[in-house]
């Protein structure tokens, strides 16, 4: 998954608290980071964004 595909995914199912989402919540999933941290680190898009899905309940035609 390209960056822009996970961004626009983000934006869709957390609106305007997509920055402060990616920024502050920590998901267990990531290792106890947040989405900015697991990104920085390297971790690919799609694995991040399956950590996001599975702990937020985003709906199945956004995954």
């Known amino acids: 998954m390209r960056l822009t595909v996970f961004w626009e995914r983000m ?4 609106g305007p608290l997509t920055d402060p989402f990616a920024r502050d919540h920590v998901l267990a999933a ?3 980071r947040t989405v900015e941290q697991a990104l920085a680190d390297g971790e690919p898009a799609k694995d991040v964004w399956r950590a996001v899905c599975a702990e937020m309940d985003v709906p199945a035609r956004l995954r």
């Open 30 to 32: 990531l290792g106890q």
């Open 11 to 14: 934006r869709e199912h957390f």
